[in-house]
């Protein structure tokens, strides 16, 4: 069973910054993909960052690259979103996952099988 568990969600002013945490149980995740994803009220799921097995290859929407820094450390099972110069759009229940066994960077959520239950990032204005 593999069990996701994100944290530091929170709310903060326009410009600020946060970091995410999520803790990962079971022995799969140095093997497999994460992934960051969020959605906002009334929109679909999208992804803000995708990052390899290893941690050396990243990947990021247009929309937030510049301000978010996915990285992971496998020995503690935890991978982590840095948030800055974050913006009232950035506002959003935002989910950890955990990918199906493949052999590329991927940003499709079809892609990703296993989810955390979301934490709630509210950015004033």
């Known amino acids: 069973q593999v069990q996701l568990v994100e944290s530091g969600g929170g709310l903060v002013q326009a410009g600020g910054s946060l970091s995410l945490s999520c803790a990962v149980s079971?022995?799969?995740?140095?093997?497999?993909?994460m992934g960051w994803f969020r959605q906002a009220p009334g929109k679909e799921r999208q992804i803000v960052a995708a990052?390899?097995?290893?941690?050396?290859?990243?990947a990021y929407p247009d929309s937030v690259k510049g301000r978010f820094t996915i990285s992971r450390d496998n020995a503690k099972n935890t991978v982590n979103l840095q948030m800055n110069s974050l913006k009232p759009e950035d506002t959003a229940v935002y989910y950890c996952?955990?990918?199906?066994?493949?052999?590329?960077?991927?940003?499709?959520?079809?892609?990703?099988?296993?989810w955390g239950r979301g934490t709630q990032v509210t950015v004033s204005s």
């Open positions: 079971g022995r799969i995740f140095s093997s497999l993909i």
């Open positions: 990052i390899s097995r290893t941690g050396d290859s990243t």
């Open positions: 996952a955990v990918s199906r066994s493949i052999p590329y960077l991927s940003t499709k959520e079809s892609d990703y099988i296993y």
